[in-house]
């Protein structure tokens, strides 16, 4: 199946403590992003890699931490310097010229 | 700082009204306006808009780009159950931040039967 894969969906963590989200791609795409959704606040874009080897910090960059060691993958490290990390974690990919983003499924992250 | 801002937050209907969503933007090397629609989990593509107004019709919903005064509307005729979601607008910026998105906060449509 084509498409893009967030794991885990549901994620518990203890305040402390560093938490990864996956996110793997096989739509051969050359960008890929990571934006987390909080109520009222639509969608807001922590890091992005527009190629392999190569990220940009997005709006909220502050806590997290990504690697793109592979074009199909752009894991997204929740470090335990980010202050308020409940939240839902959108995973996208676009090809390299921009416009369209997709979507994976998302991740939704509690810390207790 | 690049900035979009939709209104209302939250709309409720009944089936069988027609909606308008605004859009409002304020930005640096705009691109295009992307429309989405999230019903539970992964946002899916609705529009995409490059050129100041022209309309693009998908059966109930059209949208429309006026990039004088920077902003966009999403119009959702006869709306239905299935039509309730929360609404994302995007503006795309170009240059070196290519491809990249900013959104704005969405609107909940929820439609009654």
């Known amino acids: 199946d084509g498409g893009i894969t967030q794991s885990p969906k549901y994620l518990f963590r203890k305040e402390g403590q560093n938490v990864t989200l996956s996110c793997e791609q096989n739509l051969n795409h050359d960008a890929m992003y990571w934006y987390r959704q909080d109520p009222g606040q639509g969608l807001r874009l922590i890091y992005y890699?527009?190629?392999?080897?190569?990220?940009q910090k997005g709006d909220i960059a502050e806590g997290y931490s990504v690697s793109r060691e592979k074009k199909e993958s752009f894991p997204l490290t929740v470090t335990s310097a980010q202050k308020n990390p409940t939240a839902f974690y959108l995973c996208a990919t676009s090809w390299a010229r921009g416009g369209e983003l997709f979507f994976g499924e998302g991740s939704r992250l509690t810390v207790l | 700082e690049d900035k979009v801002v939709q209104s209302p937050l939250s709309l409720v209907v009944h089936e069988g009204d027609t909606v308008t969503l605004n859009c409002s933007y304020e930005v640096t090397n705009f691109r295009s306006l992307l429309w989405y629609k999230q019903e539970k989990k992964a946002p899916t593509f609705l529009f995409m808009l490059?050129?100041?107004?022209i309309e693009k019709k998908s059966g109930r919903l059209s949208s429309i780009l006026d990039k004088k005064e920077l902003f966009s509307i999403l119009n959702i005729t006869a709306t239905q159950t299935g039509d309730s979601a929360v609404y994302l607008c995007a503006v795309e910026t170009g240059g070196t931040s290519y491809g990249k998105l900013t959104f704005g906060q969405g609107t909940i449509l929820t439609v009654h039967p």
């Open positions: 890699s527009q190629i392999v080897n190569d990220f």
């Open positions: 490059t050129s100041s107004g």
